[in-house]
């Protein structure tokens, strides 16, 4: 109906209009016509033109009171129609209702990330906010507010962030079942030993994030996806190609050197840190 440079909304509203006044209402069981006007409007006129010599018009005149009384039994049953829409509504609303608080302290929740989609697009051009997980990585429970239906999380990895959010925010956090879901398990490599320190995979660089001078960047480690995310500054990044594709992806500043590929067909990156 309407042209690829949406100009033909114009001549087309009107038709749009009646069919709306002209649909019934699946609460009301009426049409906005019929309970306005007390019919439904006709959709398709008269195939013949009627004589009128051989059939006179009759003007028959009506009182506003008789249309008002024909018109009443509809409003009446369009008024229960809607209080029984309401009450199915309500029914099927409270049932996800808890007459309890659903979580308890040190219970472990996944929390929302729609705070996050205006951050994650403006980010980069290329981001779209559909591809973003809706939630992210178990986080501990360590106060409740009854009376305001919040809870407080402990965000190691996200120092500024304020940590307390409305239940209707998080869900709680099932555990993988292994036996069941064997494709689903995460199994982090052993640490490597160099120079008397653990050496860690990362897989790749998720985020970053510009503290005045100093950057600190999100990194994903092999084996233990985004519920093992960690912030970490550029000093402990030194001689991370993580990090150079990174910087390259997002025209930052990449680190001095190569070391390994962070593609899932090649080998991590090394870090001392977990």
Wanted: net charge positive.
């Amino acid at each position: 109906m309407i042209e690829c440079d949406q100009k033909g909304w114009s001549s087309y509203l009107p038709k749009v209009q009646f069919d709306i006044l002209n649909t019934v209402n699946k609460s009301m069981g009426f049409t906005p016509f019929q309970l306005q006007f007390g019919k439904s409007l006709r959709l398709i006129p008269p195939l013949g033109t009627p004589n009128k010599r051989d059939n006179p018009v009759k003007i028959v005149e009506t009182d506003a009171h008789e249309i008002m009384n024909r018109m009443r039994p509809c409003e009446l049953e369009a008024m229960d129609n809607l209080l029984t829409a309401k009450i199915n509504q309500c029914h099927y609303v409270n049932k996800g209702w808890h007459t309890e608080f659903p979580f308890k302290l040190n219970d472990h929740v996944v929390l929302s990330t729609r705070h996050c989609w205006h951050e994650y697009k403006v980010s980069h051009t290329h981001h779209a906010a559909k591809f973003m997980p809706r939630f992210d990585r178990p986080y501990r429970i360590i106060a409740i507010n009854l009376d305001h239906s919040t809870v407080t999380l402990k965000l190691p990895n996200s120092p500024h962030t304020f940590p307390v959010f409305h239940t209707s925010e998080i869900q709680p956090f099932r555990k993988n079942d292994n036996n069941l879901f064997p494709t689903r398990a995460l199994h982090p490599p052993n640490p490597i030993m160099i120079d008397r320190e653990n050496e860690f995979f990362i897989n790749k660089i998720v985020n970053e994030w510009k503290c005045g001078c100093r950057r600190q960047y999100k990194v994903r480690w092999v084996g233990k996806g985004p519920k093992g995310n960690k912030w970490l500054p550029a000093s402990k990044l030194e001689d991370c190609k993580a990090l150079d594709k990174w910087a390259t992806h997002n025209n930052a500043f990449p680190s001095m050197s190569h070391t390994a590929d962070i593609s899932s067909n090649a080998t991590p990156t090394l870090v001392g840190h977990s």
